[in-house]
């Protein structure tokens, strides 16, 4: 069984640009994580998905950032007219339930 | 609002000594605890979890506790090896009135350094 696949692993933007992170879930697992670690800083929670529903965006930046769980594809994390202050690791996670979450190997963001 | 504490920030062992860490948490209406190690550079992996009904799960030489009522876990290692540096992080989900009970809080974790 694969593990929980992020891509691109490294990105890096310019400030302005967009950045689209994607995450694909274990097989089996309809509960997607995403969490951000900035530089020297522990991990805060963003947002939970299941499919097609965003169950919990209490962490997520009021402006510029978004998140999707299709039917069909990986959960996408967007960031617009990304700035300086986004760069950091991007983990997503996911879970068959309330349960043990997985993590991916994360996308590190670099915005110059 | 949830908060975990981890103590101690870093800590190091010569090869074969047992440790324990230390996590602490404010909301004891907790539904689950994780412990992680990730290493410079890399994802999270899922050490152990404990289910807010469970007292300790074990796997191999690794011991989690948890008790709920006074807000603490502990993490114990046995006969550390230099394989077990990482940093170790304790995370709660769950919290006093949440629905959502996916949503995990970390510590900031503990820098393990197990040397030979």
């Known amino acids: 069984n694969a593990g929980v696949m992020q891509n691109p692993r490294h990105l890096v933007r310019r400030r302005g640009q967009e950045a689209r992170l994607r995450c694909s879930p274990m097989k089996g697992h309809s509960h997607v994580y995403w969490y951000r670690q900035l530089p020297e800083e522990g991990l805060k929670f963003m947002v939970y998905l299941q499919k097609e529903n965003i169950i919990d965006e209490s962490g997520m930046p009021k402006e510029r950032f978004s998140a999707e769980f299709p039917k069909e594809g990986p959960s996408i994390l967007r960031i617009q007219q990304v700035v300086r202050g986004d760069s950091a690791a991007y983990f997503c996670?996911?879970?068959?339930?309330?349960?043990?979450?997985?993590f991916g190997p994360g996308t590190r963001l670099t915005v110059l | 609002k949830q908060e975990v504490t981890q103590i101690p920030a870093a800590l190091s062992v010569p090869e074969g000594e047992n440790l324990v860490l230390n996590c602490s948490f404010t909301d004891s209406a907790i539904y689950n605890l994780q412990w992680f190690r990730q290493d410079p550079g890399k994802g999270l992996t899922s050490l152990l979890l404990?289910?807010?009904?469970?007292r300790e799960q074990t796997s191999g030489r690794l011991n989690a506790s948890l008790d709920k009522s006074s807000g603490r876990s502990t993490l114990y290692i046995a006969a550390s090896q230099p394989g077990d540096s990482a940093t170790y992080l304790c995370a709660v989900s769950g919290s006093a009135g949440g629905t959502s009970y996916g949503k995990l809080t970390f510590g900031q974790g503990t820098i393990l350094t197990v040397h030979p």
């Open positions: 404990i289910q807010s009904s469970q």
């Open positions: 996670a996911s879970s068959s339930t309330f349960n043990e979450q997985f």
